[in-house]
């Protein structure tokens, strides 16, 4: 694979950006030798990089697109905004529109607030928690990502020890756990943020045990305790009205972003009535946060969803890839397993803890142009089609002959 | 063992000195000569020999390249306590004046990582950091040689330094291309993300473990004294 620019570029980057490219994105995160460094253009579920190599991408920006690279409708909502304008000293009506749209789509959502990333609102949910009940501890199941911020980032430097000094964590799925760390701080625990369902990198997904939801509902109402839904990495995937439809339980609020605005920077965070008040008294803001773009680009992709019942789809679509994929790769003798829902499934194979054997595996479909991450969940999309399943499964086979010959 | 923490650099620059010596001397009946053995009233001696420094002289050595050692210890045997010195005198110049010749590769790597070591066991936010990874190893190698040494730790014990592969599957491997690239490694002269980037270090296994094996590398080049700086 031709890579001599994606490579003159990252070494220019490596002079002027700490570390080249850094984050979740950094090259030692995935397959540094085999995935390009730059994307030059992407439209539907594929994309060229720097060096003119097609893919056939598993990752969708890292959950960032779903409608597929470049939608039409998003795209000239966009344009249409783009003329008029898109940060001015007061917010547009877009954002009043997405605020109603969404409060009317979420069934225990009686307001909305807007940013750019998650962890702007997942951090300031943790705080509104704090605000409407005066404690200060916040539980998270360990592993789980929630953002970039001190009291979560899974990164380790700069830190200090009162960083987390009021964060706890118990071990997911375990509601005994969960509810004696609530007893040992009985009314001085303010939230528990979770995801609806565990999805650390570096490990296969764990759904939610039967009633783990409804107990920790539960456990939240008796105590007073916030019950705040991280829908960030997952909204719009599970469900189109919120993950909590998928797994039937009510948090107090919610945080989205990835999918929200469909590659346009934009997070949310829904709330019940109880919180509009501690809401209010939690300051919140930022210079490019009332962005009409990325307003109007969410206003199309939240309709998009519910009119097409986008998630359904690709639940659909992830049902059928991971188990083609896994028959497919039981023929070669390769015990993939696609853990978590469908359409953002994580893959791993059987008897490699040490993560070797799907390092290999990707690296071997990544030279049949296909994006498949070895330690991140991958992503499916609306312009994901089975013609694309179908021919990904047939590039598949070719990496795994080559698999089995390196192995 | 109890360290405290004031002794860790000292502790830390004299079993970078032993490893380095022992990659020298591999297979050799001197390969332990300076074992070093942490002494009362701040003191360090390195093996039998009669050689010893006192921890702020260790320090002193690393930062210009000489100190003087205990003389009283020295003169009770001066001549096992002169090979001894010359060892480490030699180990100082390849550290000095030969980190950039790739024959010296592996002496340079044992340095550096004895000295990773001894932090995962004694610094406290370097401990903290490994909690999670009771049975775990680290292969270091090259492209041309494959895994030639390997951190280990068994059951919650204090990891140590191998300086062979071992037989079984480390949970993780980090592998230069080129000898150069490790050199300049081992002395902080190596960007890591961009090498993990541009292809001069290959990571494979488990990525989070070798991240925060490369965070405690940073808290020693940051904390240790060195001529490189």
């Known amino acids: 694979m031709n890579r001599k620019k994606s490579d003159t570029w990252f070494k220019r980057a490596g002079q002027v950006i700490p570390g080249g490219i850094y984050g979740h994105v950094a090259p030692a995160a995935g397959l540094p030798r085999s995935f390009p460094h730059y994307c030059k253009q992407a439209k539907d579920c594929r994309f060229t990089d720097l060096d003119g190599n097609e893919w056939l991408d598993f990752m969708c920006g890292f959950g960032a697109i779903l409608h597929g690279y470049l939608n039409p409708k998003v795209e000239e909502a966009v344009e249409n905004q783009r003329l008029r304008g898109s940060v001015f000293n007061q917010p547009s009506t877009l954002m009043v529109e997405l605020a109603e749209r969404m409060v009317e789509a979420i069934d225990f959502a009686d307001w909305a607030v807007f940013a750019k990333n998650g962890s702007d609102l997942t951090t300031w949910a943790i705080r509104v928690a704090r605000e409407k009940s005066g404690r200060e501890f916040i539980i998270k199941a360990k592993g789980a990502y929630h953002g970039v911020d001190a009291w979560c980032d899974p990164g380790l430097g700069g830190r200090i020890p009162s960083d987390r000094e009021k964060i706890l964590e118990f071990k997911w799925n375990d509601f005994d756990h969960l509810s004696d760390l609530v007893k040992k701080r009985r009314d001085q625990v303010a939230g528990i943020i979770l995801t609806p369902y565990h999805h650390a990198a570096f490990a296969p997904s764990e759904m939610p045990a039967n009633g783990f939801w409804q107990e920790t509902q539960n456990l939240c109402k008796s105590e007073g305790i916030a019950l705040i839904l991280d829908d960030v990495r997952t909204g719009g995937r599970l469900h189109d009205s919120g993950s909590h439809k998928y797994f039937n339980f009510t948090p107090d609020m919610a945080i989205y972003s990835k999918a929200l605005g469909n590659g346009y920077a934009i997070s949310a965070c829904l709330g019940s009535e109880g919180f509009r008040s501690s809401a209010c008294d939690v300051f919140l803001t930022g210079s490019c946060w009332n962005d009409a773009l990325s307003m109007a680009a969410a206003n199309t992709s939240f309709e998009l969803s519910q009119i097409n019942g986008v998630a359904s789809y690709i639940q659909k679509m992830g049902n059928f890839f991971s188990s083609k994929l896994e028959i497919l790769t039981a023929n070669y003798g390769v015990p993939l397993k696609m853990t978590g829902p469908p359409s953002m499934p994580y893959p791993f194979i059987e008897d490699d803890s040490n993560l070797y054997k799907i390092q290999k595996f990707c690296q071997s479909c990544a030279e049949e142009g296909l994006y498949f991450h070895p330690h991140h969940n991958w992503f499916l999309g609306s312009s994901h089609s089975e013609s694309d399943l179908n021919e990904a499964l047939e590039r598949v086979e070719i990496a795994l002959k080559r698999y089995k010959l390196d192995m | ?229």
């Not at chain 2, 020298?24 to 390969?31: E, Q």
């Not at chain 2, 010195?85 to 950039?100: A, E, P, Y």
């Not at chain 2, 040494?149 to 592998?175: F, G, V, Y």
């Not at chain 2, 993300?193 to 541009?198: K, N, T, V």
């Open chain 2, 1 to 229: 063992m109890n360290l405290p923490l004031e002794r860790l650099v000292p502790w830390t620059l004299a079993r970078s000195i032993w490893a380095s010596q022992f990659q020298l001397l591999k297979g050799h009946d001197l390969a332990n000569s300076l074992l070093p053995r942490i002494c009362s009233e701040k003191t360090i001696s390195f093996g039998q020999s009669g050689l010893a420094f006192k921890d702020n002289s260790l320090v002193k050595a690393a930062k210009k390249g000489f100190a003087i050692p205990q003389l009283s210890k020295f003169l009770r045997s001066p001549f096992t306590s002169t090979a001894a010195l010359r060892l480490v005198i030699k180990v100082g110049q390849i550290h000095q004046n030969g980190w950039r010749k790739p024959g010296n590769a592996k002496v340079l790597l044992s340095a550096a990582l004895e000295a990773t070591v001894t932090y995962m066991n004694f610094h406290p936010g370097c401990v903290d950091l490994f909690v999670d990874h009771p049975n775990s190893s680290i292969g270091v190698g090259s492209e041309k040689e494959g895994v030639f040494m390997t951190i280990c730790r068994i059951n919650s014990q204090p990891w140590a330094l191998e300086h062979k592969a071992i037989k079984k599957q480390s949970t993780a491997t980090l592998i230069f291309s080129s000898d150069q690239a490790a050199c300049f490694s081992a002395v902080g002269n190596l960007d890591h993300m961009l090498a993990a980037g541009d292809g001069q270090i290959q990571l494979r296994g488990q990525i989070p473990l070798l991240e925060k094996f490369g965070y405690a590398s940073r808290v020693v080049r940051r904390e240790l004294p060195s001529q490189h700086e």
